[in-house]
């Protein structure tokens, strides 16, 4: 087994987990030193050049505008390389009362997709008193973007996201990670080392002054929400209203290995609701159990025999795997929707492990049978191995996953696995930064008490964290995103009024 690199400043092993997102949160526990945390600053720019005015241009989609936005490579050298920036917005369509920016999670995902998905329904709700601006971070869409040239094998989510084989065992993880490493310290350069938080927030900040407004709304979702309490803690006086929809645990000494390890809770959190539902006798035929708690033996019960006996699929060398069935399941918990899709999976994975003779292939949904992208996948390990810097030890991960295994068995060990972080070349650039209660109280949360990506438990320590400028809107829903995603009147309503009005509720409350 391959040992990871240690880093040059401390001597520490390094290790990470790629995630999205449907991006997701976490817990290590395997004896990793601090880092030495200072109420960092983000260091800043030794010149600063006036951003330039935006160039709109129509979009190709109803009522949409595009501009691009260069800014510098690295900030300390502003006169040096740039990278170009995708802006877009929808202009306000009533009184306009402000800029209101459309921040995406991730890390790696698209602004502009996001703007496109939700500006419609976000213009209705706020009466159309908004310009809704968007852009797409360093490394996504339209953007700047780089490649590590990953083969198509180490693309695809289940091999992003470190599944341990059967048993536990994560020897072909550290192999992958170290492969996966190595190819993006040759081929990512100085752009790939780029793509960074603080550079975000400094990227945002560089959008607000071409736009030519002295103050910016954000409403932030899921990694976004980091990006956002960054910048209102950097920029309090650039800041108007600002909501934080699925926070994660902003706790510095980790931040995203946290958000990773906490993916585990937060699929115990959520797996119920799938369970209930999977045993409804609605579902007839279609039911995978009569009571939810055998919804869930079902479930570990298949993914343990798929581990020992993996099942062909309609995907050329591509079995189905325990943990590409558990992948399956993190991505159907983000909604309900997906519900349908998962159920199907398991029971056409079930008749196939029961019947082998039979000999029919099993038709994997496109998140786990397509690979990313090769920029999807860079920026999507980028940015959680240049942000902070991680445990590297590859024994230690196999005993973090061994107990994290018999403690959330749903997620299998994942959230704590080795991953490409583990041997990546350069240590962060910047230490991350520690939120404070110091600043404007001009801050929204709103969360979902069954979230698996971002769970209930995180947000608290985020809101723990933002102190007396913030609020939080604690909502009886399932699955990741809040406003304007889950249909909860009472939550949705509280949001829309602070943004149309600046009314925010005294205190915490709850949405039943």
Not at 31 to 58: N, R
Not at 246 to 275: H, K
Not at 309 to 331: E, I, S, V
Request: proline content about 8%.
């Amino acid at each position: 087994m391959t040992t990871p690199r240690k880093t040059r400043r401390s001597g520490r092993m390094r290790g990470s987990a790629p995630h999205p997102a449907p991006r997701t949160p976490q817990g290590l526990g395997m004896g990793v030193l601090a880092l030495t945390l200072t109420l960092a600053t983000f260091a800043a720019p030794t010149a600063h050049a006036a951003s330039p005015a935006l160039d709109w241009t129509p979009c190709g989609i109803p009522r949409q505008e595009c501009a691009t936005l260069t800014v510098p490579l690295d900030y300390s050298r502003p006169q040096g390389p740039t990278v170009r920036l995708a802006v877009s917005r929808l202009r306000a369509e009533g009184e306009r009362r402000g800029t209101l920016a459309v921040i995406p999670g991730g890390p790696g995902n698209s602004g502009v997709q996001r703007l496109t998905s939700k500006g419609a329904a976000l213009m209705a709700a706020t009466g159309g008193r908004y310009d809704l601006v968007t852009f797409d971070p360093r490394g996504t869409g339209g953007s700047t973007t780089a490649g590590c040239d990953l083969p198509e094998g180490d693309r695809r989510l289940a091999t992003l996201r470190s599944w341990p084989g059967a048993g536990g065992d994560i020897a072909e993880n550290a192999a992958r990670s170290r492969r996966t490493a190595e190819a993006c310290a040759r081929n990512g350069g100085a752009t790939l080392a780029s793509f960074t938080t603080a550079n975000e927030v400094r990227d945002l900040d560089r959008v607000r002054a071409a736009l030519g407004t002295r103050e910016l709304s954000l409403w932030a979702t899921s990694y976004g929400t980091y990006v956002s309490a960054l910048y209102a803690q950097k920029h309090p006086g650039r800041t108007a209203r600002v909501v934080l929809d699925s926070s994660g645990d902003p706790d510095p000494a980790r931040v995203e290995r946290g958000w990773l390890a906490n993916m585990a809770r937060g699929a115990e959190d959520r797996f119920p609701d799938f369970a209930a539902w999977a045993a409804d006798p609605a579902r007839g035929a279609e039911r995978l159990a009569e009571r939810p708690g055998r919804v869930r033996g079902r479930v570990l019960g298949l993914a343990r025999e798929l581990d020992a006996h993996p099942r062909a699929t309609t995907t050329p060398g591509l079995p189905l795997t325990g943990g590409m069935l558990l992948q399956a399941l993190q991505n159907t918990l983000y909604d309900d929707e997906a519900f349908p899709e998962f159920a199907a999976l398991v029971r056409a994975a079930g008749e196939a492990v029961a019947d082998p003779a039979t000999g029919a292939a099993i038709v994997l949904p496109p998140a786990l049978s397509q690979p990313l992208s090769q920029e999807d996948a860079a920026v999507t390990i980028g940015v959680i191995c240049n942000d902070v810097d991680w445990p590297g030890s590859v024994a230690d991960h196999a005993r973090a996953v061994a107990r994290d295994r018999a403690r959330y068995p749903l997620t299998g060990g994942m959230p704590v696995n080795v991953t490409p972080c583990s041997y990546w070349k350069d240590e962060p650039a910047e230490p991350p930064t520690r939120l404070t209660d110091e600043g404007p109280s001009n801050i929204l949360m709103v969360q979902n008490l069954r979230d698996p990506s971002t769970p209930y438990a995180g947000a608290l320590r985020m809101r723990a964290a933002l102190g007396r400028k913030a609020r939080l809107v604690s909502v009886d829903s399932g699955g990741h995103g809040s406003y304007l995603g889950t249909g909860n009147a009472c939550g949705d309503a509280v949001v829309t009024r602070f943004l149309v009005t600046g009314e925010r509720p005294a205190r915490d409350v709850v949405c039943r």
